[in-house]
Antibody, heavy 120, light 106 residues
Framework: QVTLKESGPVLVKPTETLTLTCTVS??????????VSWIRQPPGKALEWLAH???????SYSTSLKSRLTISKDTSKSQVVLTMTNMDPVDTATYYC????????????WGQGTLVTVSS | DIQMTQSPSSVSASVGDRVTITCRAS??????LAWYQQKPGKAPKLLIY???SLQSGVPSRFSGSGSGTDFTLTISSLQPEDFATYYC????????FGGGTKVEIK
């Protein structure tokens, strides 16, 4: 059974750096064409893709957030880490990680999500 | 960036109704489109990929069509468990989601 679980702080202060970890099970981050994405959703709003990383270490970032994001993976720990710098209250959202399908950049399954609030 | 525009933003329907949601891309995306269902407090669930392929385990009342810039998600006979918000997502160039369509009880 494939599962993903997000972990990280529930509260960060403005200007701080957010670090989120996605721990996966049921598949290996070293398998060919295997990838994980981060997606967020502000309360009551739509989904927003942030970044993804593949088994060959290929990475892509949202155009609007690229300067603030870094994605990396630790295959031995089955973890994908996202850092977002200079956090602002508008970054308050539920952050999800999701597996990228082998045949196309669709997301299945998703983690349960973790709510991050940015406030002083 | 490719913009994805969903319509309507919300729809009121009754059990048994046929519901159609549309998604328009700002430029051609071939068939690189997926549809998701999201219920309150839950993560999205993949319904349709490659514009018209039904994800394993998804009921056959869900179907997708379209290519290029115009796509539709159809629920042939709405069931109580289908009241949710639906999102389209393009995967032609990076990733973009639509703004969502909330299917509400009439």
């Amino acid at each position: 059974q494939v599962t993903l679980k997000e972990s990280g702080p529930v509260l960060v202060k403005p200007t701080e750096t957010l670090t989120l970890t996605c721990t996966v099970s049921g598949f290996s981050l070293s398998n060919a064409r295997m990838g994980v994405s981060w997606i967020r959703q502000p309360p009551g709003k739509a989904l927003e893709w942030l970044a993804h990383i593949f088994s060959n270490d290929e990475k892509s970032y949202s155009t609007s957030l690229k300067s603030r994001l870094t994605i990396s993976k630790d295959t031995s720990k089955s973890q994908v880490v996202l850092t977002m710098t200079n956090m602002d209250p508008v970054d308050t959202a539920t952050y999800y990680c999701a597996r990228i399908a082998a045949a196309g950049d669709w997301f299945d399954p998703w983690g349960q999500g973790t709510l991050v609030t940015v406030s002083s | 960036d490719i913009q994805m525009t969903q319509s309507p933003s919300s729809v009121s329907a009754s059990v048994g109704d046929r519901v159609t949601i549309t998604c328009r891309a700002s430029q051609g995306i071939s068939s690189w489109l997926a549809w998701y269902q999201q219920k309150p407090g839950k993560a999205p669930k993949l319904l349709i990929y490659a514009a018209s392929s039904l994800q394993s385990g998804v009921p056959s009342r869900f179907s997708g069509s379209g290519s290029g810039t115009d796509f539709t998600l159809t629920i042939s006979s709405l069931q109580p468990e289908d009241f949710a918000t639906y999102y389209c997502q393009q995967a032609n160039t990076l990733i973009t989601f639509g703004g969502g369509t909330k299917v509400e009880i009439k």
